[in-house]
T-cell receptor
Framework: AQTVTQSQPEMSVQEAETVTLSCTYD???????LFWYKQPPSRQMILVIR??????QNATENRFSVNFQKAAKSFSLKISDSQLGDAAMYFC??????????????FGKGITLSVRP | NAGVTQTPKFQVLKTGQSMTLQCAQD?????MSWYRQDPGMGLRLIHY???????DQGEVPNGYNVSRSTTEDFPLRLLSAAPSQTSVYFC???????????FGPGTRLTVL
């Protein structure tokens, strides 16, 4: 079974600075997808970024980028030029690329990011 | 295009009552699922469906039923509510079993 670990329950960053959120995972599969979801106080789960395991290039979406280290099973999220609206809980998640699996998203426990003005 | 919608947004039940949480998507997604979110636990899969007429259990299915009579709708039924079912419930859908899942706004359920 796959597991996702987010070991830091809370982090804080100064507005306009850069912060990195850590995530590690465990799997015996070679093909899978990794995600970061953002959950602001509104409770809505918002997709931030997605990484395909077969791609060596790290995914980027505007101010958000990942450092994907497949051998180390590490998937960190970097937020550049942090904004007050980035304050939220962030979840790292894993999904198998095997269509025969039950295809669930396996989530970490989340990390609460606060942004200081 | 409304995406994934859920009703109600909030609900309070008494122990033993039953109710149905509604979920609908207008993206013609084959895969739909229900998760519950508890403090410090992340999200856990309750039930899922890979298409109309096909459902299966996730990690925490006890006390919940689902059915999928159409591609668009995937209701979650609580048969006899218990305080342990107090949680936030999310419905999600994806085009395929491996594609990105998109989430509804959630339902906060309190069972007294």
């Amino acid at each position: 079974a796959q597991t996702v670990t987010q070991s830091q329950p809370e982090m804080s960053v100064q507005e306009a600075e850069t912060v990195t959120l850590s995530c590690t995972y465990d799997t015996s599969e070679s093909d899978y997808y990794l995600f970061w979801y953002k959950q602001p106080p509104s409770r809505q789960m918002i997709l931030v970024i997605r990484q395909e395991a077969y791609k060596q290039q790290n995914a980027t979406e505007n101010r958000f980028s990942v450092n994907f280290q497949k051998a180390a099973k590490s998937f960190s999220l970097k937020i550049s030029d942090s904004q007050l609206g980035d304050a939220a809980m962030y979840f790292c998640a894993y999904r198998s690329a095997n269509s025969g699996a039950n295809s669930k998203l396996t989530f970490g426990k989340g990390i609460t990011l606060s942004v200081r003005p | 295009n409304a995406g994934v919608t859920q009703t109600p947004k909030f609900q309070v039940l008494k122990t033993g009552q039953s109710m149905t949480l509604q979920c609908a998507q207008d993206m013609n997604h084959e895969y739909m699922s229900w998760y519950r979110q508890d403090p410090g636990m992340g999200l856990r899969l309750i039930h899922y469906s890979v298409g109309a007429g096909i459902t299966d259990q996730g990690e925490v299915p006890n006390g919940y039923n689902v059915s999928r009579s159409t591609t668009e709708d995937f209701p979650l039924r609580l048969l006899s509510a218990a305080p342990s079912q107090t949680s936030v419930y999310f419905c999600a859908s994806s085009r395929t079993t491996t594609d990105t899942q998109y989430f509804g706004p959630g339902t906060r359920l309190t069972v007294l």
